[in-house]
T-cell receptor, first 113, second 112 residues
Framework: NAGVTQTPKFQVLKTGQSMTLQCAQDMNHEYMSWYRQDPGMGLRLIHYSVGAGITDQGEVPNGYNVSRSTTEDFPLRLLSAAPSQTSVYFCASSDFEDREKLFFGSGTQLSVL | GESVGLHLPTLSVQEGDNSIINCAYSNSASDYFIWYKQESGKGPQFIIDIRSNMDKRQGQRVTVLLNKTVKHLSLQIAATQPGDSAVYFC???????????FGTGTRLKVLA
């Protein structure tokens, strides 16, 4: 099992560009989520999904879109990147039976110039 | 992928000593608490959890203590090793929700 796989590991964007951060898990987890981690702040929830076809907003959803067409994949889209979106992004998943125990990917470090 | 340590509290511990990392949680309705370890360049890794109907739980070399009266959580690491060097942070959750509140973290430095 690879667990939770995130790509790319690093990305630099110019303001206004769009891109998709990829997240895939091979544990058949129903729950998947995206967090951002900024200096001096705890992880903040962007969007989450409790199953294929179901998504919901977290604490800081503005500027991001998600979709969940399969159980395995949960991509995060930045529609028009802004410097305020410079951050480290983590994808996490958990099993329905043990939903509180999150498994995290290794992160994507994004810089928006 | 760790919290940048500009303003991160740091705990320095001699190798072999015990470490105690503290966390104050915010929501009195939270009933589930987790400690994560985050090494440089990696995602957070689950260490141990505790539910609000308990006040202590032990794992391998780690113990979590919960004081609901003062909304305080602590992580004790016995016989701290160099591999324990990382950022540690707590998270709280209310059962039935998918929204966790994460602390900002404490950097643990193990001195040889």
């Amino acid at each position: 099992n690879a667990g939770v796989t995130q790509t790319p590991k690093f990305q630099v964007l110019k303001t206004g560009q769009s891109m998709t951060l990829q997240c895939a898990q091979d544990m058949n987890h129903e729950y998947m989520s995206w967090y951002r981690q900024d200096p001096g702040m705890g992880l903040r929830l962007i969007h989450y999904s409790v199953g294929a076809g179901i998504t919901d907003q977290g604490e800081v959803p503005n500027g991001y879109n998600v979709s969940r067409s399969t159980t395995e994949d949960f991509p995060l889209r930045l529609l028009s990147a802004a410097p305020s979106q410079t951050s480290v992004y983590f994808c996490a998943s958990s099993d329905f039976e043990d939903r509180e125990k999150l498994f995290f990917g290794s992160g994507t470090q994004l810089s928006v110039l | 992928g760790e919290s940048v340590g500009l303003h991160l509290p740091t705990l320095s511990v001699q190798e072999g000593d015990n470490s105690i990392i503290n966390c104050a949680y915010s929501n009195s309705a939270s009933d589930y608490f987790i400690w994560y370890k985050q090494e440089s360049g990696k995602g957070p890794q689950f260490i141990i959890d505790i539910r609000s109907n308990m006040d202590k739980r032990q794992g391998q070399r780690v113990t979590v203590l919960l004081n609901k009266t003062v909304k305080h959580l602590s992580l004790q690491i016995a016989a701290t090793q160099p591999g324990d060097s990382a950022v540690y942070f707590c998270a709280e959750n209310r059962s039935g929700t998918y929204k966790y509140i994460f602390g900002t973290g404490t950097r643990l430095k193990v001195l040889a």
